[in-house]
T-cell receptor, first 115, second 110 residues
């Protein structure tokens, strides 16, 4: 099973709303990732969690707040977003093998629209 | 950050034709991955490569990890309409970071 699930599939929110994106994997992977993807562009890394600890933050604005409650779950809390934050948000996971030689699997994404 | 150059940017081919796309990097990678993405969906892993020189097939798809560890190619043989989509390469460094190419948009004419 190489499945990463994400909810919700679609989300529309106002600039004053607070919402959360959820991601889950049951492959025993120890690294989990959030990416943002604009149309016709490659995924852009936001955060990486390794063994439930935040290991990479690609200078993401604080209106995006990640959380890793356990090794299977990853959340992205959203607050006071801007219309330009509208995008496809992708979660991914990998085994977190040292020295690379890892394989990353993506979820189906959450299509976020900020009004 | 590391730069990945993926080419071509887009391709228009006839059904049944073979396709080739490639990625080159300014740095060495330990892993090369190839993904296909349909509109509004997440990227789906096609092939994973872990060793310099490795040649791996998955049905009509074949990919190779370049000997210099700075490049990889993906070939699709006998293309069909459902091959339409955007193909991304990704390379992994020594840490938990994957770098993506800009994508190759494939169009297949029946």
């Amino acid at each position: 099973d190489t499945e990463v699930t994400q909810t919700p599939k679609h989300l529309v929110m106002g600039m004053t709303n607070k919402k959360s994106l959820k991601c889950e994997q049951h492959m025993g992977h120890r690294a989990m990732y959030w990416y943002k993807q604009k149309a016709k562009k490659p995924p852009e890394l936001m955060f990486v969690y390794s063994y439930e600890k935040l290991s990479i933050n690609e200078s993401v604005p604080s209106r995006f707040s990640p959380e890793c409650p356990n090794s299977s779950l990853l959340n992205l809390h959203l607050h006071a977003l801007q219309p330009e934050d509208s995008a496809l948000y992708l979660c991914a996971s990998s085994q977190d093998k040292s020295g690379g030689r890892d394989t990353q699997y993506f979820g189906p994404g959450t299509r976020l629209t900020v009004l | 950050g590391q730069q990945l150059n993926q080419s071509p940017q887009s391709m228009f081919i006839q059904e049944g034709e073979d396709v080739s796309m490639n990625c080159t990097s300014s740095s060495i990678f330990n892993t090369w991955l190839w993904y296909k993405q349909d509109p509004g969906e997440g990227p789906v892993l096609l092939i994973a490569l872990y060793k310099a020189g490795e040649l791996t097939s998955n049905g009509r798809l074949t990919a190779q990890f370049g000997i210099t560890r700075k490049d990889s190619f993906l070939n699709i043989s006998a293309s069909i309409p459902s091959d339409v989509g955007i193909y991304f390469c990704a390379g992994q460094d020594n840490f938990n970071k994957f770098y993506f190419g800009s994508g190759t948009k494939l169009n297949v004419k029946p």
